[in-house]
């Protein structure tokens, strides 16, 4: 069973940063788009950034300017740095491929105010 392997994560204060890490095996890293994704309590898991194999990148409206998804293709990873962080970012975050493999455990992220 393919599995990605997500870390990071933790407890911050409003206003500061985190990286989440996401390492693939290669057969997916090299092809398939690699996402972080996140649950809050009591809502629907989102979409927060994703990234291409050419590199390519989206993210959701709410992390717009704040959150900066990149890849390092030495290593299978996925990095998800996020920065100016808000109480609203709370969740737990996953990594996954378009959605296409069985979810991970995740990472939690916890922002205080």
């Known amino acids: 069973q393919v599995q990605l392997v997500e870390s990071g994560g933790g407890l911050v204060q409003a206003g500061g940063s985190l990286r989440l890490s996401c390492l693939a095996p290669g057969s997916i890293f090299r092809i398939m788009p690699l996402g972080w994704y996140r649950q809050a309590p009591g809502k629907q898991r989102e979409l927060v950034a994703q990234i291409n194999s050419g590199g390519y990148t989206n993210y959701a409206d709410s992390v717009k300017g704040r959150f900066t998804i990149s890849r390092d293709n030495a290593v299978n990873t996925v990095y998800l740095q996020m920065n100016s962080l808000k109480p609203e970012d709370t969740a737990v975050y996953y990594c996954?491929?378009?959605?296409?493999?069985?979810w991970g455990q995740g990472v939690q992220v916890t922002v205080s105010p």
């Open positions: 996954n491929a378009a959605r296409t493999l069985p």
